[in-house]
């Protein structure tokens, strides 16, 4: 008697498991794309894909007047990411850089970086990041403009500068953003 009873709710839960689950209707599908290439240029001197690249640019001190309209930009600083200078930087290939959309200083919505936060920060500033020719780069959607390796060897200009939300107030600007060169 003891047997029957168990076997009746082991038999029930087997059948449970054959019944397919209901499934949710999909809303769309996202299709990926890429491709995998040979190029593997040095950056700044170190391997690719490491991390070791550092690049430090001072914007230095902008009075807040100028920053005074939203919209208003100050402070550009150029600066290149120099990448090659071995073998597998194959010539007549573009090199771009991509930032990390998921560096935390990384404003989604406007593709600018936020100011580290604290005490002695100033508010209502943001850095944003241009091609060397001015025009803004979207660092969460856009990758920089491209260049083509020549000699095993490529600079990508690129400049930093201040992005004021309005009303800007003095104080520390500081920020970061990881970046990678990617290769067409």
Known sequence: MHRKHLTIPLL?????????????ANDGVIEI???????TCT???????????????DLGDISEGVLSTAGATAGDRGFVIRIGGNAECSDGTTAKVRFD?????????SGRLNI??????????QIQMTNSDGTPINMYTEDSQGVTIAG?????????RYYS???VTQGLAASRVGFQVVYE
């Open 152 to 160: 095993h060897v490529a600079e990508i200009g690129l400049i930093a």
């Open 43 to 57: 950056v700044e001197g170190k391997p690719p894909g490491g991390g070791a690249a550092m690049k430090a640019v």
């Open 12 to 24: 029930a839960s087997a059948l449970v498991a054959l019944v397919p689950a209901a499934r949710a």
């Open 101 to 109: 959309p998921a560096s935390p200083s990384l404003d989604r919505g």
């Open 165 to 167: 939300l309005g009303g």
């Open 33 to 39: 794309s890429g491709r995998i290439v040979a190029t």
């Open 116 to 125: 580290d936060a604290g005490s002695g920060a100033a508010s209502n500033v």
